[in-house]
């Protein structure tokens, strides 16, 4: 016999079959036997594990823990991080009354639905300083792609088909781009400028009567609160053209800063990032478009209105609607989770947010800016961005062997080579809900594995140790993906 002592137990479910063992007890037979169909239809030599019931709660149980997750692990991730998800509001999002709606029920059956989505819009639109909203869009990319398809409608309803430029700072997310060439505009970047934040020189320079607009993220993606926004928010409005602000992120600012006074016209926030909602797997998710109110025609249906006098919720579409961005209603049980955030924090508990999460982040960023490169040496917001250029250089260690590394220490890796512009960029996001405690050991972690590049390079490049798969060919992977299990895989 195979004793194992690492631990990890590799043995597949058919490898711990035994003949004649079951798992399952059913209950006596209360309605008439039935006879079974001809022999010639029927098979005998299906292969199938036969496992105890123990045996087989056991093997589920630990395939679940072979993979990382939030509730197991520390998950600094950064840019797309999940943040806090209390449970409750998953329990809340899976209530009968509201899991259990049909979108084609008539409205005057979903009035709470309608009126939960209406309280939504009215607290985002609080939240950020905007005048008016749609929960349609599905993903914070979606809401992009909302956004730039409003700008195009806007110019277009004012004769102005020649404004085609989009301008994007080149610490933007990679959505912006891609949404705004979606939508048909021609994408130009803007340099950052020595402080990271946009450069005012190069953006005075590009704009002109072909000027849509400019899609800036704010924090930028350099985890950088821009301290030039309102001359950059002037200087395109100057122009004629729309400001579009990506906050995805928004737990750097919330209830500190409204983007609407900033001068945003166009805004989308995550709520699968800033207002709770699991993410794991890409989805599902909600990116709500909020604007200002010159903006509201074009908005994406439906909407949902409310009469005072007859105390009724209604959905409607705006006259010059870019149309919708997916059926019927957005993503419903997103909506429902944001809600049930917003209304258990309240409005302190929302303050209490921006404040530990810049804290957070901006005391991983001193205790380690004299173990790895910092990039921009300035506080920064939710997030920090180091560089691992110096040990690639010196060690040939990269932020991949790190980041790898990390895993061994029962950390998620950070974000790695994004923003772009930054090499061997390591994005870290602590969140605001993580304890000192907890920030202590993983600023501990680093600066082992720091020691540990420059004592032992070769542990850091076979990286992951400990995990039921080390170190894997992500490019062959990627490129020749072969996503059907069979046993001869293993
Ligand atoms: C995650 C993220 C997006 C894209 O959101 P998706 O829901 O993944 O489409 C856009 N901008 C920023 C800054 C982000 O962090």
Request: aromatic share 8%; proline share 7%.
């Amino acid at each position: 016999m195979n004793i194992e002592i690492n631990n990890i137990d590799r043995k597949l479910l058919m490898d711990r079959s035994s003949p004649g063992r079951i798992g399952a007890t059913l209950p006596p037979l209360d309605v008439p036997k039935q006879k079974l169909p001809p022999n010639n239809y029927l098979r005998d030599n299906i292969d199938l594990p036969e496992l105890s019931e123990s045996e087989l709660v056991r093997y589920f149980s630990k395939l679940s823990q072979f993979n990382f997750s939030i509730d197991h692990n520390f998950y600094p991730l950064g840019s797309c991080t999940m943040k806090y998800n209390p449970k409750i509001n998953d329990e809340i999002a899976s209530m009968k009354g509201l899991s259990n709606l049909h979108p084609l029920q008539d409205e005057s059956t979903i009035q709470g639905a309608l009126k939960l989505m209406f309280e939504l819009q009215e607290s985002l639109c609080e939240i950020t300083g905007m005048d008016n909203i749609s929960l349609a869009p599905m993903a914070g990319a979606d809401g992009e792609l909302a956004g730039m398809l409003m700008t195009k409608a806007y110019h277009l309803s004012n004769k102005n088909p020649q404004r085609k430029k989009i301008l994007i700072p080149d610490s933007a997310h990679g959505t912006n781009p891609a949404s705004a060439a979606m939508a048909g505009f021609e994408v130009i970047t803007l340099p950052s400028d020595p402080k990271g934040n946009a450069d005012i020189e190069a953006l005075k320079s590009s704009v002109d009567e072909t000027l849509a607009g400019l899609m800036i993220t704010l924090p930028s993606t350099l985890g950088l609160f821009d301290t030039n926004i309102l001359d950059v928010c002037k200087i395109v409005h100057n122009a004629g053209g729309i400001v579009y602000g990506d906050g995805a992120n928004l737990n750097s600012l919330l209830g500190r800063v409204k983007l609407g006074e900033l001068g945003f016209d166009i805004i989308h926030s995550n709520l699968h990032k800033t207002f709770t909602q699991p993410h794991g797997g890409g989805g599902p998710g909600a990116g709500p478009v909020i604007i200002k109110k010159f903006l509201s025609d074009y908005l994406p249906s439906p909407i949902v209105k409310y009469n005072q006098k007859t105390n009724y919720y209604s959905l409607y579409s705006p006259i010059n609607t870019i149309g919708k961005m997916g059926a019927f209603h957005g993503n419903f049980g997103a909506l429902v989770r944001a809600y049930s955030y917003i209304k258990t924090l309240g409005g302190s508990g929302i303050n209490q947010i921006s404040q530990n999460a810049v804290i957070n982040a901006n005391y991983i960023r001193t205790q380690l800016k004299d173990y790895f490169t910092l990039p921009f040496d300035r506080t920064c917001m939710h997030e920090v961005v180091l560089s691992a250029k110096d040990y690639k250089q010196k060690y040939n260690i990269s932020a991949l062997d790190i980041a790898k590394r990390l895993i061994d220490y029962g950390i998620h890796p950070p974000t790695m080579y994004f923003p772009l512009i930054i090499d061997e960029a390591l994005l870290i996001e602590p969140t605001e809900t993580e304890s000192k405690d907890t920030l202590d050991y993983f600023i501990e972690v680093m600066k082992t594995i720091s020691k540990e590049a420059k004592d032992n390079p070769e542990l850091l490049h076979n990286a992951p140790h400990n995990t039921p798969n080390t170190r894997v060919d992500e490019a062959l992977a990627a490129r020749n993906p072969n996503l059907r299990w069979t046993s001869s895989n293993i």
